[in-house]
């Protein structure tokens, strides 16, 4: 049976069959459907005849058309019939007196243009029922063949997600939303303090949504911090006198005094985080060079003038007795004693190498704190911490102790629900961990802190956060949007995320056969739980196309983003002229050297048995800080 099945014979024969099945289920439905509204109309002509003629009209009709029939049929005219006026009265009649009476006629003529009336209103009568019938046959036959909706969420199109929106913000706000718009939707009332997250590769219209984001935070006059990797956003939206660039190569920066945000030790404690990333295993190297740089920072504070130089001489050129005579009695102390050795280098070798991009930075001009900043009221300036491809390396540390520095001061403003600070970032992977992004997301709403943050895949993030540090930082953000992914994996990723669909689906089968009998239909109904997106789907979406999924009991709505031109306000970047040169030859030795933290140790205790003794006393040391 399989030959024929595959066969061009088999083909036209299972055509063949399925034509004439359908063909005959048609002609019966077409026969029901007529004798029903035939029989309908009947029934509705004679109803509404029978109500809108009296009983004479009836009875003197009658009489005519008996009268009717004896002349013309029967032929005898002269016959006579008995008959009863109005008044009651009977009275014998011929019947060729009845058809030429005017009296009797005028009951005939109302009873016919009763009935002309009747055809007409039936007609529109069985029209409108027909209509309805075959509506409702229809919807009958799409619900017998469509999958059925149980539970979980839909996706629906921009238009109606934006009606969802709509009769939101009218039951919370009076109809105002929060004047935030991503993928040309504007964000439901209070639904940007709930931070959103934009997840696709590369080229997919990430850049786009960020842009159409900063307009509409432009327009309402709040204030932002943006990390600009390749000075696009720089380019359309910086106000030269109104805004503030932080980068160490551009020559618009400002000066950035590290002390005026770093007040305290526990400031210091956090900058050291931020600047000095653990290594995959977190060893006591990491951990030391935090303790020695955050008390550097703290002790050089209580001068009358720290500088920035100073501080790298600390930590560059300076003898191991002059570092120790600033940090006695401190916990860096311990570290950097007399019988650390070696050991005291490998700490101070991670530590300089992970800092070098202070020394770029500005010590004259326009001074600037970000604390400041952050707790300055009635203020629309803008903050663009910015670099690109070639800086990136040895600007990374700086750029995520900036964000740290922002998101732990937004934390600790007073609440309030009205007020609004922006943090957008964009490919926060390609930055080190900082240290209070998390709490930011969890806490920060209360403050007015709003995140809007992206990322290429997942994977980049867990690199950098670690699974659960990766899991928190998705979760605390409620509004998605999720352009294409190009692998496997994060297509999946983000399809598991968007949620789960659980419907009643519908199989239809057809069975055929000789027989006529054997002919048929049959529909089976199974409750099934599918995502709701297809992981493939994902992968092969066009640039500018994605889901966007705002949760708390909205649908997934699929939009196409418009490419939008912005006018050119600056240039993406000024290269700092007198820094030039150096930065070059920086990031030439970046590209030749890259040494791990953990190589710096592993180099220097190498066959160093005399410095074992050293190592377990200040592994001791570090313990009692509690670190």
């Not at 921009?158 to 993928?183: D, F, M, T």
């Not at 669909?501 to 239909?521: A, H, K, M, P, Q």
């Not at 699929?558 to 007198?578: G, W």
Request: a positive charge; one cysteine or more.
């Amino acid at each position: 049976m399989s030959v024929f099945r595959n066969s061009t014979f088999g083909a036209f024969t299972r055509g063949g069959q399925t034509t004439i099945h359908f063909a005959r289920m048609s002609v019966q439905l077409i026969k029901k459907f007529f004798h029903i509204c035939l029989l309908s109309y009947i029934l509705m002509v004679g109803l509404i005849a029978y109500k809108t003629t009296s009983q004479n009209d009836w009875y003197y009709s009658f009489k005519f058309l008996e009268s009717y029939t004896v002349c013309n049929i029967l032929n005898s005219c002269e016959a006579k019939t008995k008959i009863i006026s109005i008044a009651g009265v009977s009275t014998e009649l011929s019947y060729q007196k009845i058809l030429n009476s005017r009296y009797i006629n005028k009951y005939v003529e109302n009873t016919v243009t009763n009935f002309y009336w009747a055809l007409g209103i039936g007609f529109l009568a069985i029209l409108i029922l027909g209509i309805l019938i075959v509506r409702f046959v229809y919807r009958t036959g799409r619900s017998q063949t469509g999958d059925s909706f149980v539970r979980g969420t839909e996706i629906v199109d921009v238009k109606n997600l934006k009606k969802a929106i709509k009769s939101y913000n009218y039951k919370h706000n009076k109809g105002y939303g929060s004047k935030v718009q991503v993928a040309g939707i504007e964000l439901p009332h209070k639904f940007d303090k709930s931070h959103v997250l934009l997840i696709g590769s590369t080229g997919t219209g990430k850049s786009v949504n960020f842009r159409e984001a900063l307009a509409s935070i432009r327009a309402q006059g709040k204030k932002a911090i943006i990390y600009d990797v390749a000075g696009n956003f720089i380019k359309h939206f910086y106000r030269e006198g109104q805004d503030i660039i932080l980068n160490p190569m551009d020559e618009r920066s400002c000066y950035w005094n590290l002390w005026n945000d770093c007040k305290s030790e526990g400031d210091a404690i956090a900058f050291a985080e931020s600047m000095i990333p653990d290594s995959y295993r977190r060893d006591f190297f990491d951990i030391a060079a935090k303790v020695v740089f955050s008390s550097l920072i703290h002790q050089m504070g209580k001068q009358a003038n720290p500088s920035i130089d100073d501080l790298m001489n600390l930590i560059l050129k300076v003898d191991f007795e002059t570092i120790l005579n600033v940090v006695k009695d401190t916990d860096a102390a311990s570290i950097l004693n007399s019988e650390a050795g070696r050991m005291a280098a490998s700490v101070r070798g991670v530590i300089s190498a992970n800092t070098r991009s202070l020394k770029f930075l500005k010590q004259s001009g326009n001074e600037f704190s970000i604390s400041d900043w952050v707790n300055k009221p009635n203020d629309d300036s803008w903050v663009f911490i910015s670099c690109n491809d070639k800086q990136i390396d040895m600007l990374r540390p700086i750029i995520t102790a900036w964000f740290n520095i922002f998101t732990s001061n937004v934390l600790s403003l007073p609440e309030d629900e009205q007020n609004r600070i922006y943090m957008i970032i964009d490919e926060l992977p390609s930055l080190n961990k900082v240290p209070s992004l998390i709490n930011f997301l969890a806490q920060g709403r209360k403050y007015g802190g709003c995140a809007m943050v992206g990322m290429q895949n997942y994977s980049q993030l867990v690199e950098i956060y670690g699974k659960n540090g990766a899991d928190a930082i998705c979760d605390l953000c409620s509004t998605w949007v999720v352009l294409r992914c190009n692998s496997k994996e994060g297509a999946k990723w983000a399809a598991e995320n968007m949620g789960n669909r659980e419907c009643i689906e519908t199989n239809e089968g057809l069975s055929f056969g000789i027989n006529d009998i054997r002919d048929g239909v049959s529909i089976n109904k199974n409750r099934v739980d599918r995502l709701l997106v297809n992981p493939t789907e994902i992968m092969h979406l066009p640039d500018l196309t994605g889901f966007l999924k705002l949760g708390r009991g909205f649908p997934i709505a699929k939009f196409v983003s418009q490419y939008k031109k912005y006018p050119e306000l600056a240039q993406a970047f000024v290269t700092a002229s007198a820094i030039r040169e150096t930065v070059d030859a920086e990031m030439m030795i970046e590209e030749s050297i890259k040494l791990p933290n953990q190589s710096i140790s592993d180099g220097i205790f190498k066959n160093e048995s005399n410095n074992h003794k050293s190592k377990q006393k200040l592994d001791l040391a570090l313990h009692e800080m509690e670190f």
